[in-house]
């Protein structure tokens, strides 16, 4: 199975992890190039209906017998980083440029924070990174805009660096121009809602998008 991934021209990958997740409102992409199970991560992927290409990780969480046909790349318990880490390397070092990780919220929270933190660490190694649970979406911008749908639910941002980035939002209920928003007082970006089909949101600096579906 690992030639057979290797030999793929990957560009996109879903990583499924384990935590909280409502599948049935997760929108996946038409045709990743590449599909991956982080250790219990792989009941996510079945609840979604999908077969995974490769299952990795230490297996404390998922101990059911494992499929036949997947690559599996078996861990050790005592490691240093966790299984979605692990699970997002491997998708990188096959090519993957753009990653969507089902999961990883809800259950322990160092997790999801952890989860949470590393869409920062993959947006700064260029990877276009995103983080769903299906009713809410979490993603990583880093001088550049991206637009926000209208799916009657929220939206928040928030300034990852220490002295803040600065923050446009359009076509939404509360708008702002050149905006500051501070780690220090994080509420100004806060429950914001799209009016028309859909947001634009543009940051200088480093800031997390969060959506939400209610």
Do not use: W
């Amino acid at each position: 199975m690992e030639e057979k991934t290797e030999q793929r021209k990957v560009k996109s990958a879903v990583v499924f992890t384990g935590g909280g997740c409502h599948t049935e409102k997760v929108e996946l992409p038409d045709a990743p190039d590449l599909t991956v199970a982080a250790d219990s991560g792989l009941k996510t992927a079945r609840a979604c209906g999908v077969r995974v290409d490769l299952l990795a990780g230490d297996f404390d969480s998922y101990t059911d017998e494992l499929p036949g046909d997947a690559e599996i790349v078996r861990v050790p318990a005592e490691k240093d980083m966790t299984d979605t880490v692990l699970a997002c390397d491997l998708a990188i070092e096959r090519g993957a440029r753009e990653i969507l990780i089902v999961g990883g919220t809800g259950g322990r929270l160092d997790h999801e924070l952890s989860n949470l933190f590393y869409l920062e660490v993959l947006r700064r190694r260029g990877i276009r990174a995103a983080l769903t649970d299906g009713e809410n979406t979490a993603r990583v911008l880093i001088d550049e805009e991206c637009t926000v749908p209208q799916r009657g639910g929220y939206f928040s941002v928030f300034a990852l660096d220490t002295e803040g980035c600065e923050v446009s939002l359009s076509g939404c209920r509360y708008p702002l121009e050149n905006a500051r928003l501070t780690r220090a007082d994080p509420s100004l970006g806060v429950s914001n809602e799209v009016v028309g089909a859909y947001a634009v949101i543009k940051v200088r600096g480093a800031a997390m998008v969060m959506t939400s579906v209610k």
